[in-house]
């Protein structure tokens, strides 16, 4: 398979704490994005960084890249109880027009 | 603007029986893909279309087929579904790669059960 890995599976912090969220992937890249998703609903785009950028900020979020490990971290800063959600990685691979998901990670943030 | 919307949101089979999934976008995008969404493993990707009467496989095509006959339709088709078809299907859509922007839309999803 070629889908991505995200780590950790699961993640439960305080509001105002800060979540930081892995992904792994496979293959070379044409750009990486992640992805929201609240339960029972379709996936909402929050940022995508290409593969020639190592960091990448829109508001509270920070992504970095890193080609040469084939990961990319996502920080959410100040995190709020609306911040409870799936958020999934997705990777367009060189010379190919398929976005490839990770597995998830389950972000619960307690007020 | 309706993005991405996809029919039905829900839907019960019985093993055996033919559906066909509906995706239409009004967002004049080029590519259009079909995932499958089950506990545990993310979003896999069934077929994906680069352009009107163009379809290819993704990672898990087997038991559907699709079409886009029409640049704005992408349909998915289950021609004999089997319980291990029961899921939650996405749609999604994105531009072509001439422009910079690569972000898919995506729909609400229709979840379907196979009994």
């Known amino acids: 398979s070629q889908q991505g890995e995200e780590d950790p599976q699961a993640l439960s912090i305080q509001e105002g704490e800060n979540a930081t969220m892995n992904c792994s992937y496979k293959?070379?890249?044409?750009?990486l994005q992640w992805y929201r998703q609240n339960s029972g609903r379709g996936l909402v785009h929050l940022i995508l960084?290409?593969?020639?950028?190592r960091e990448k900020h829109s508001g509270r979020l920070r992504v970095t890249l890193d080609t040469s490990k084939k990961s990319s971290s996502l920080l959410i800063t100040a995190s709020r109880a609306a911040d409870t959600a799936s958020y999934f990685c997705a990777t367009e691979g060189s010379g190919t027009y398929k976005y490839i998901f990770g597995t998830g990670t389950r972000l619960k943030v307690l007020a | 603007n309706a993005g991405v919307t996809q029919t039905p949101k829900f839907r019960v089979l019985k093993t055996g029986q033919s559906m066909t999934l509906l995706c239409a976008q009004d967002?004049?995008?080029?590519?259009m893909y079909w995932y499958r969404q089950d506990p545990g493993m993310g979003l896999r990707l069934i077929h994906y279309s680069v352009g009107e009467g163009t379809t290819a496989k993704g990672e898990v095509p087997d038991g559907y087929n699709v079409s886009r006959l029409k640049k704005q339709n992408f349909l998915l088709g289950l021609e004999s579904a089997a319980p291990s078809q029961t899921s939650v299907y996405f749609c999604?859509?994105?531009?072509?790669?001439?422009?910079?922007?690569?972000?898919?839309?995506f729909g609400q999803g229709t979840r379907l059960t196979v009994v």
């Open positions: 293959t070379s890249i044409n750009n």
């Open positions: 999604a859509s994105t531009t072509s790669r001439t422009r910079r922007a690569t972000e898919a839309f």
């Open positions: 967002m004049n995008h080029e590519y």
């Open positions: 960084i290409r593969s020639n950028e």
